[in-house]
């Protein structure tokens, strides 16, 4: 009644914003923003001693071989090429454009969407490396190898759907794997 | 005396601050989303080798990471400098990976487990000796997906 009011003393919040100034830093130092990104591969299942014979069995002009010897050189069937040709030479490989009696021959094969194709179902991208081979160049020649599929995927894509292979359903997506299967064999490298 | 000639005798008045803390916690909270807590302090050289056709991981839970690469200086007297490879914060030898790789898949969601992602960092300089020992015991504890961890090279 008589009483006055008594006005509460205020928190003095001065420090709140070094507060969070130390937390803040805190989380600046642990934490890292860096999105991992990198070259994803699928690994071949253990293998077994008869699958293994199978493999042998591929006829020649339906591999490719790629060889990065221990002095980081690049072989393609035997000959010495630079890792800027190999996109090109994969591409020639894989899609066989003009039936080559040399490159791998071409299956019919339906497929959603496109009906039947001729695919070279059979190819096989053979890499093998020595143990003394560098990590760097062996990334750079898998890098051109998935490049070379990439390529000729969105080429596909584009032809048909207008629009990179990225942005396909994966429906669709699954129909232009089908024409280019990546197939890429890696035996374990030579000892000497 | 003028309206205009003022003396000294006003002060400033202060700024106010009482903003200050929601704009830090905003900042604050910003980090927290957008980063993740590193997850090893590494123990050897890490140096991405470059590649264009990058993926990007998507879901970090999936992920295991395996580093290999040249022991850092203060560890070189110990272990040589050789590549190493190193799990979570200990070094290892190939012959660990099986077991680090289950267990890690052990941990993991039952959902997730055959989704589960091994991310590759190796030293550029790495020899592919070891790279190919890892890959096959990879293969052995049927951890089939791999990504090698690299970074963006520009096309010329």
């Known amino acids: 009644m008589g009483k006055k009011k008594r006005s509460v003393p205020e928190i003095n919040s001065s420090s709140t914003a070094d507060i969070a100034f130390i937390i803040l830093i805190f989380f600046l130092v642990t934490t890292s923003m860096d999105t991992d990104m990198g070259l994803t591969r699928r690994l071949p299942e253990p293998q077994q001693d008869e699958q293994q014979k199978q493999d042998q069995r591929i006829r020649e002009r339906n591999i490719l071989k790629v060889h990065v010897n221990r002095d980081n050189e690049l072989l393609v069937n035997d000959e010495v090429t630079s890792i800027s040709e190999l996109r090109e030479r994969a591409k020639e490989f894989i899609e066989n454009p003009y039936n080559d009696e040399k490159l791998p021959e071409k299956r019919p094969k339906e497929v959603e969407f496109f009906g039947t194709v001729m695919v070279t179902a059979n190819h096989v991208i053979s890499l093998y490396n020595d143990r003394m081979t560098s990590y760097e160049t062996y990334i750079a020649v898998q890098n051109e190898l998935i490049a070379a599929y990439n390529e000729l995927r969105n080429k596909l894509s584009e032809e048909k759907w207008h629009m990179p292979y990225a942005e396909l359903n994966s429906d669709q997506q699954a129909a232009v794997k089908e024409i280019y299967p990546q197939i890429i064999s890696e035996a374990e490298p030579k000892k000497y | ?156």
Do not use: H
């Not at chain 2, 200050?20 to 957008?34: G, N, R």
């Open chain 2, 1 to 156: 005396m003028s309206k205009f000639n003022k003396t000294g005798k006003k002060e400033m008045p202060a700024l106010n601050t009482s903003s200050l803390p929601d704009l830090i916690f905003t900042l604050l909270f910003f980090f927290m989303i957008v980063t993740t807590m590193r997850e090893v302090s590494l123990k050897v050289e890490f140096r991405a080798p470059q590649a264009t056709e990058l993926e990007k991981l998507e879901k970090k839970s999936l992920v295991t990471f395996i580093y290999a690469g040249k022991p850092l200086l203060q560890y070189q007297q110990q272990m040589g400098t050789e590549t190493r490879i190193q799990l979570n914060e200990e070094w290892a030898e190939v012959s660990d990976i099986q077991n680090f790789v289950m267990n890690e898949r052990m941990k993991m969601n039952e959902v997730d487990q055959p989704m589960m992602l091994v991310s590759l960092k190796i030293d550029r300089d790495a020899k592919m000796g070891i790279v190919s020992d890892m890959k096959q015991a990879l293969r052995r504890a049927y951890a089939l997906r791999i990504s090698y961890s690299s970074i963006k090279r520009e096309n010329l």
